[in-house]
């Protein structure tokens, strides 16, 4: 363990007390309502913690936040740093060290994704199944032993994945399940890239999640992950592409998944 991962640990856990959370949830864009959703909630800034990075990306607010969602003791990440940011794909694995240092045992992890099927439009959710990492980058370059060659054959815990897909049900909201393709960004796909895409198999596209993953199952972590749909992928509809429509998309239709993992994330059996 790293001295910033101990330090980062031990901070968070004199903020936590006697709680001790299991499940972490990192917020991506469209997903931070959620934070305002826990109760009797604590905080720490990322920037008060070693090993956690800047956050430096619109909506990605650098927040830690432990709290409740009825009986369900959480942590919540809100913000993530991605690799387009600093030309590196490990700059969330000190916080998902730390993390697994405080013996969390599940990471729930949240994004926007542009969709490559017209039968899942802006405002639908996706639960995503398996990736595609097309830049083929790994936040693992240059760690040592035996441990880096991490298993992904099930990245995306089948139970937890079931269990979700329950919990939707149970509260009348659909959920797509789909392959998410990773791009590094930060400038969106051609129609050409998305064609290509498609044929590889993905059913939504986005600049994050993957790395985390890696990072996720290499700490021992089970991974779930969901993704809010912005907008349809470059060539599907004639709108110009922007963070700022991602945002907009992701206000508009935040309170849907925040309804959705709010009625998730208890029924996990972590």
């Not at 697994?100 to 899942?120: E, F, K």
Request: glycine residues 10%; hydrophobic residues 50%.
């Amino acid at each position: 363990m790293s001295d910033a991962v101990a330090a980062s640990a031990a901070l968070i856990q004199q903020m936590l007390g006697l709680r001790r959370p299991r499940i972490a949830v990192l917020l991506g864009s469209g997903w931070g309502g959620f934070a305002d959703q826990l109760q009797a909630a604590v905080e720490l800034p990322y920037a008060r913690l070693p090993a956690f990075p800047g956050a430096g990306v619109g909506g990605h607010a650098g927040l830690l936040r432990a709290g409740r969602i009825a009986s369900t003791e959480l942590l919540v990440l809100a913000g993530r740093q991605h690799a387009y940011e600093t030309d590196r794909a490990d700059g969330m694995a000190g916080a998902i060290r730390t993390l697994a240092a405080l013996g969390v045992r599940t990471l729930v992890q949240t994004n926007a994704a542009g969709s490559l099927d017209a039968a899942m439009p802006p405002g639908a959710l996706m639960l995503i199944r398996d990736h595609l990492n097309i830049p083929q980058r790994s936040p693992l370059v240059g760690a040592s032993g035996d441990a880096r060659f991490v298993d992904m054959s099930a990245a995306y815990d089948p139970l937890l994945c079931a269990q979700a897909q329950q919990a939707a049900q149970r509260a009348g909201q659909a959920l797509h399940e789909g392959v998410y393709a990773w791009v590094l960004g930060p400038q969106f796909e051609t129609p050409a890239e998305i064609r290509m895409l498609r044929a590889l198999g993905a059913q939504a596209v986005g600049m994050s999640t993957v790395p985390e993953t890696i990072l996720a199952r290499h700490a021992g972590l089970r991974v779930l992950a969901l993704s809010l749909i912005t907008n349809l992928a470059a060539g599907m509809e004639a709108k110009a592409l922007s963070h700022a429509h991602t945002l907009a998309t992701g206000q508009a239709a935040g309170a849907g998944a925040v309804a959705l993992l709010a009625a998730v994330l208890p029924a996990l059996q972590v």
